[in-house]
């Protein structure tokens, strides 16, 4: 009755023709990137995020100074700006920085920086510098860009001890853009765990879970980081702190994540094709890891890339508040200590120039959030 | 239910008997928790390569009842016997090994065309499912058999590695169908199978369950609300009013001749397509509350010819002449309308 089975290779081998832009033939990741790829704010955030984060790793190598060497002569000393054209008019094609010349203000006894227009330093790509370990396995003393010999730039100005803040912000982005993803995935074994429990084995499971979630959503953050924090010892290293941290956050991140992960469960628990599936004799466990898990792994992504704003800013809080991220180490939210004092604020407002950073990547994190969440239900 | 089985010469693929599933409906602070009877010993049998439809109103049953009949909900009493082979076997007494092998006997089509389909995997692998379930083939000549499943359903083998999102609800249900039939099923249960397609996609997909009928020999438990769906498909119709079957007979005879005035009352509400046809009586009245049925007849306080007898005493489903059966004291001395 069925003559099939000659027409099957000839069958197999046409769609694959079409297949690279046919959507009928693209999986759920395919149909995802199409769609995300057409959110034009959550690509433009991603390239930012893309670079801040090799910003980040390579930080060393784009460095333009060691960034815990103390300059007492330049302390509090105001970026320094690039140049093309000197004051005599003449256009240099390749971009340069004036010395610094300072002085004391006679009336506030303040030192006051300025522009040394006889002296010029150009800026060169990979010139020597200070030498650095690359992942503490290579030596290496070639930067990104940089002026050579004597010359100075602070492309970020300094602090009060006369620390470069542009290597010092790139420095510190290691631990506060790495903390964001490790709490989070801290955070998502905990919740996806007892929210897919919760979800699956139902009853009095579900009752203690949920209310335990409950629990840790309904106490004041800000108080319960700082009982956590107090409570680390104070002789941990700085690893050991940075680990901490992230624990800390992801206690209390994970209730969240939790109860998202249980609705979906408890939704797709009863869904027709689960039903479908088990009607086959499918066996439980196949059916988590088949069906289940990846009709939600979508909605995770969404809600883990949501999620990391929230560690990043939190870090910064606790770092800001001193209980989080101690010196020597640097995060962002150790950076903006300095600028506590109004009069900081004030008269050395570069020193907030990491704040800016967290701004930018706690928004390219909401951008991709939101465009993840667009994509997420390609069939819709 | 005896004479038809001779008639035919067969045992019954499929005998239910006294199947209930009670569900606990939790009081409150100052009320005693009591029981919702969703099922309130059922009892039928199903020949085999005959379909059976199954209707009645939203909320009386015929879900789970084609469910517990797959174990796909769990009965609270009664007795299901399967023919498997030459033995029957109570499915209701299988433990998860034995019954997961039995599976393959029993399928189900579903009545939402898109949540039954997994999204994330392609028509392959969701009509390869089934046969990879219990590694019975794989490889080439799994890739023949899904294509001979799909040509059978109606569906271009090329559109194999598709995923259900390029597809029309008549053409998912399709699919559903070949994953039902991958098996080779004795029995496959359409609950709602066609209510949420379109018109005339119904007409092909209940042609298509026919055809499929009477190539394969599968037996059918077809479960509707429509009337005229039923009519179409089945040889047989039970009637089902809050958990119990209050009618069952050959299809023509029960739209000819209702025994039950519940049926009457559900054959009356069929729309006619001619205009001059006034309707008779329209369905009124509401459906007592499941978790709180009345002693007597659950239909009597909406039957126009209930007397006090209904009130107090519960009919049960008995066999009147030419196997009808019907459950109401007063199915002979009532001549009822039937629909053309």
Redesign the interface.
């Known amino acids: 009755m069925l003559t099939v089975a000659s027409d099957t290779e000839t069958l197999a081998i046409e769609p694959e023709a079409d297949i690279a832009n046919d959507d009928y033939f693209a999986s759920q990741w395919t149909l995802m990137w199409h769609k995300f790829r057409k959110h034009k704010l959550a690509m433009v955030a991603s390239a930012i995020l893309i670079m801040l984060y090799i910003l980040g790793i390579f930080s060393s190598f784009f460095a333009t100074n060691e960034p815990d060497q103390y300059h007492q002569d330049y302390v509090l000393a105001p970026p320094q700006g690039i140049h093309f054209v000197d004051t005599e008019g003449n256009f240099s094609l390749r971009p340069f920085v004036y010395g610094i010349a300072s002085d004391i203000d006679p009336d506030t006894w303040e030192t006051i920086y300025k522009d040394d227009t006889t002296q010029k330093y150009s800026l060169s790509l990979f010139p020597k510098g200070h030498s650095y370990k690359l992942f503490g396995l290579f030596n290496l003393d070639r930067h990104f860009i940089g002026v050579e010999g004597e010359g100075k730039w602070f492309l970020f100005g300094t602090d009060e001890f006369g620390r470069d803040m542009f290597s010092r912000t790139l420095v510190a982005s290691q631990i506060s853009l790495f903390i964001g993803i490790i709490g989070v995935f801290l955070s998502f074994l905990i919740g996806s765990t007892l929210g897919g429990l919760s979800g699956y084995l139902g009853g009095k499971v579900d009752i203690f879970i949920q209310r335990l979630a409950e629990f840790v959503l309904a106490i004041p953050t800000i108080p319960l980081w700082m009982a956590l924090a107090a409570a680390l010892p104070s002789t941990w290293s700085s690893t050991q702190v940075f680990f901490g941290i992230t624990l800390i956050l992801s206690m209390v991140g994970w209730a969240n994540l939790s109860r998202v992960v249980r609705g979906k469960t408890l939704e797709l628990r009863e869904s027709d094709f689960v039903l479908a599936a088990r009607l086959m004799g499918v066996p439980t466990m196949k059916i988590i890891v088949r069906h289940i898990l990846p009709s939600f792994a979508s909605y995770l992504i969404v809600s883990i890339s949501l999620g990391i704003p929230g560690m990043i800013l939190a870090e910064t809080a606790l770092s800001f508040l001193q209980i989080g991220i101690k010196p020597p180490s640097v995060s962002w939210g150790v950076l903006l200590q300095t600028a506590q004092s109004p009069r900081a604020l004030s008269e050395s407002p570069w020193l907030l120039i990491p704040g800016i950073f967290v701004v930018v990547t706690v928004l390219c994190y909401n951008f991709i959030g939101d465009g993840l969440r667009d994509a997420a239900d390609p069939y819709k | 239910m005896e004479a038809s089985s001779q008639e035919t010469g067969n045992e019954p693929l499929l005998v239910v008997n006294d199947l209930k599933k009670y569900y606990p409906v939790n009081g409150g602070w100052f009320k005693p928790p009591s029981e919702l009877k969703a099922l309130d010993g059922i009892s039928f049998t199903l020949e085999r390569g005959e379909t059976l439809g199954l209707v009645g109103e939203s909320g009386c049953g015929k879900t789970t009842l084609g469910r517990c009949i797959?174990r796909?909900i769990e009965p609270s009493g009664g007795k299901i016997e399967f023919l498997n082979g030459r033995t029957y076997m109570d499915i209701l007494k299988l433990d998860t090994k034995s019954?997961?092998?039995l599976?393959?006997q029993?399928?189900?089509v579903?009545?939402?065309p898109y949540?039954?389909?997994?999204?994330?995997m392609?028509v392959f692998d969701i009509i390869a499912?089934?046969l990879t379930?219990?590694s019975r083939i794989s490889g080439k000549k799994l890739?023949?058999r899904v294509?001979?499943l799909m040509?059978?359903v109606g569906l271009e083998?090329?559109?194999?590695?598709?995923?259900p999102?390029?597809f029309s609800g008549g053409q998912r249900q399709r699919i559903?169908i070949a994953?039902a039939l991958a098996?080779n099923p004795e029995l496959v249960v359409c609950d709602e199978a066609v209510s949420a397609l379109d018109v005339s996609v119904q007409a092909q997909i209940l042609n298509l369950l026919k055809d499929l009928q009477q190539?394969l020999g599968i037996t059918y438990l077809f479960i509707s609300h429509n009337l005229s769906v039923v009519r179409h498909i089945s040889d047989r119709i039970a009637v089902m009013y809050l958990g119990r079957l209050v009618e069952l007979a050959e299809s023509d005879q029960m739209f000819e001749k209702p025994m039950h005035p519940y049926t009457e009352m559900l054959l009356s509400a069929i729309p006619s397509p001619d205009p001059d046809v006034k309707r008779q009586a329209a369905v009124d009245g509401e459906v007592p509350n499941p978790a709180n049925v009345p002693p007597g007849c659950a239909f009597c306080d909406r039957c126009k010819y209930a007397i006090p007898k209904c009130r107090t005493e519960r009919p049960e489903l008995r066999a009147l002449q030419n196997n009808h059966l019907a459950a109401c004291h007063r199915a002979e001395e009532l001549s009822l309308v039937g629909a053309v």
């Open positions: 797959l796909a019954l997961r092998d599976r393959a029993m399928q189900m579903f009545q939402d949540g039954s389909l997994d999204p994330r392609t499912e089934p379930t219990k890739t023949e294509a001979e040509e059978m083998v090329k559109f194999l590695n598709r995923y999102h390029a559903g994953r098996t190539e």
